[in-house]
């Protein structure tokens, strides 16, 4: 009788088979994550992080069922490449609702979708491969539902600095200008100098 630990050759045939199977499949993995590149998705969760610290509030539908207005960090909740923006909180689930923004690397797509109610079925409002294009959606759906009564642009951070570097480029655009002017103006002087020195 052989001994209980030893490795038959059946044993020996079975491993062999299962490492060569194992092999195969890890192989068709990598192949698989190598053709599908994952969808670029950080400038939309850069995006978001960033309009979160302001003082900007859009209308929503408030836990008692009502029209309300929620400050945007509040709203919004971004996590594991998954950014969501509540527009209706309610206790009844089936009158809350969000709008989610998600990568599908499957798809190689950028995917916004509308999930609204209990166990509700995603419906797509938007989806595009460039993140540009999503963030363009997004910001045409916020603008429409900003409470202007409570979001002023003069109490915005973001808005201040993006008001000094529209400035300084208009100061380069205008500095930049007086040079060429400048130099024309040089040029044509010149020109008019040495016409003066042949006669």
């Given at each position: 009788?052989?001994?209980?630990?030893?490795v038959?050759?059946?044993?020996?045939?079975f491993?062999?088979?299962?490492?060569?199977?194992?092999?195969?499949?890890?192989?068709?993995?990598?192949?698989?994550?190598?053709?599908?590149?994952?969808?670029?998705?950080?400038?939309?969760?850069i995006?978001?992080?960033?309009?979160?610290?302001?003082n900007?509030?859009?209308?929503?539908?408030?836990?008692?069922?009502?029209?309300?207005?929620?400050?945007?960090?509040k709203?919004?909740?971004?996590?594991?490449?998954v950014?969501?923006?509540?527009?209706?909180?309610?206790?009844?689930?089936?009158?809350?609702?969000?709008?989610?923004?998600?990568?599908?690397?499957?798809?190689?797509?950028?995917?916004?979708?509308?999930?609204?109610?209990?166990?509700a079925?995603?419906?797509?409002?938007?989806?595009?491969y460039?993140?540009?294009?999503?963030?363009?959606?997004?910001?045409?759906?916020?603008?429409?539902?900003?409470?202007?009564?409570k979001?002023?642009?003069?109490?915005?951070?973001?808005y201040?600095?993006?008001q000094?570097?529209?400035?300084q480029?208009?100061?380069?655009?205008?500095?930049?200008?007086?040079?060429?002017?400048?130099e024309?103006?040089m040029a044509?002087?010149m020109?008019?100098?040495?016409?003066?020195v042949?006669?």
């Amino acid at each position: 009788m052989k001994e209980r630990n030893s490795v038959s050759p059946s044993l020996r045939y079975f491993f062999k088979q299962l490492e060569r199977r194992s092999g195969t499949l890890k192989r068709e993995e990598e192949r698989r994550q190598l053709a599908v590149k994952e969808v670029p998705f950080e400038e939309v969760e850069i995006f978001f992080r960033r309009i979160m610290t302001q003082n900007i509030f859009i209308h929503t539908v408030g836990l008692s069922g009502r029209p309300e207005s929620t400050i945007l960090s509040k709203a919004v909740f971004s996590m594991d490449k998954v950014v969501r923006i509540y527009y209706s909180t309610s206790f009844d689930e089936r009158d809350s609702g969000f709008v989610r923004i998600k990568p599908h690397n499957d798809l190689q797509l950028i995917i916004v979708e509308r999930v609204h109610g209990y166990n509700a079925k995603p419906e797509i409002l938007y989806q595009a491969y460039d993140e540009c294009h999503v963030i363009r959606f997004i910001i045409q759906w916020l603008v429409r539902r900003v409470d202007w009564s409570k979001t002023h642009l003069r109490n915005l951070d973001l808005y201040k600095l993006y008001q000094d570097q529209e400035k300084q480029v208009l100061e380069a655009k205008i500095a930049e200008q007086e040079s060429i002017k400048l130099e024309e103006q040089m040029a044509s002087a010149m020109k008019k100098l040495k016409g003066r020195v042949r006669t």
